[in-house]
């Protein structure tokens, strides 16, 4: 059993940096992908950015060059440093993780972006 707690979200102005955390209770061992969605109001949960165990990265074509996925497998923490961020970034934003074939999601964490 696998629990992901998100923290971190806040208000912030266009043009500036926040970065989220990801907690995941127990080990982070095995868990592959860790990763960020997000889910804008009225719209679909989007992927925003993933993180394998051996380094591969992905990111959503939206926030590449402006958000950095990274993961702390000692303090089995997946983070997201978010710059740059535009009024579009405004969403709620979960943890994801993929554990022997099952998706584990936080609770997301609202990040607001000013005009």
């Known amino acids: 059993q696998v629990q992901l707690v998100e923290s971190g979200g806040g208000l912030v102005q266009a043009g500036g940096s926040l970065r989220i955390s990801c907690v995941a209770s127990g080990s982070m061992f095995g868990i592959n992908p860790m990763g960020w969605y997000r889910q804008a109001p009225g719209k679909q949960r989007e992927l925003v950015a993933s993180i394998t165990t051996g380094g591969s990265i992905r990111y959503a074509d939206s926030v590449k060059g402006r958000f950095t996925i990274s993961r702390d497998n000692v303090k089995n923490t997946v983070y997201l440093q978010m710059n740059s961020l535009k009024p579009d970034d405004t969403a709620v934003y979960y943890c994801?993780?993929?554990?022997?074939?099952?998706?584990?999601w936080g609770k997301g964490t609202l990040v607001t972006v000013s005009s």
């Open positions: 994801n993780g993929l554990l022997n074939g099952r998706a584990y």
